[in-house]
């Protein structure tokens, strides 16, 4: 599946809002240096990674399902202090930004479904895991 038929598909199952928002945030993210990639599977989605070995930020499903990463090393458990600023910054935007399960070691799924996130809630988490992978890995 690629990047136009997962967008497609997001539409066919959650309507023109669903597609709006992975069309901004595949498009805010690519502005900021990410990789932004189709992901397999059966149900398709959209994958936001930075750096060289695709450190994870976020995913989101056609089917609307949005996942945050607490560790963005695709192999290795983050360092402590990098998952506690994630965590806090997630409690700080608990409103906004409401997890299924809290706090998260590797990752956690928001409970509502992406077009019901406010953007900018999005592009903050995007921007503060950027912030942080950079200051981590690239410092």
């Known amino acids: 599946m690629d990047k ?17 928002v992975l069309e901004k945030l595949m498009v805010y993210a690519r502005g900021k240096g990410c990789q932004v990639d189709a992901g397999g ?4 989605g959209i994958n936001i990674r ?13 089917e609307g399902d949005v996942k945050l990463y607490a560790q963005p090393h695709p192999t ?5 202090e990098l998952s506690q600023k994630i965590n ?20 956690g799924l928001l409970v509502p479904k992406a077009e ?5 809630a ?3 988490f995007l921007e503060f895991s950027l912030q942080c992978i950079m200051e981590t890995y690239y410092s």
């Open 116 to 120: 019901e996130i406010p953007l900018d």
């Open 50 to 62: 930075f750096g060289s070995i695709g450190y994870a930020i976020l995913d989101i499903s056609t």
């Open 88 to 107: 806090d910054f997630l409690a700080e935007n608990g409103e906004q930004l409401k997890l299924k399960s809290f706090p998260i070691n590797c990752h």
């Open 76 to 80: 290795k458990a983050a360092p402590e």
């Open 41 to 44: 599977g059966r149900v398709g």
């Open 4 to 20: 136009l038929q997962v967008i497609q598909l997001a539409a066919e199952k959650g309507g023109p809002e669903r597609r709006q």
């Open 122 to 124: 999005l592009i903050g």
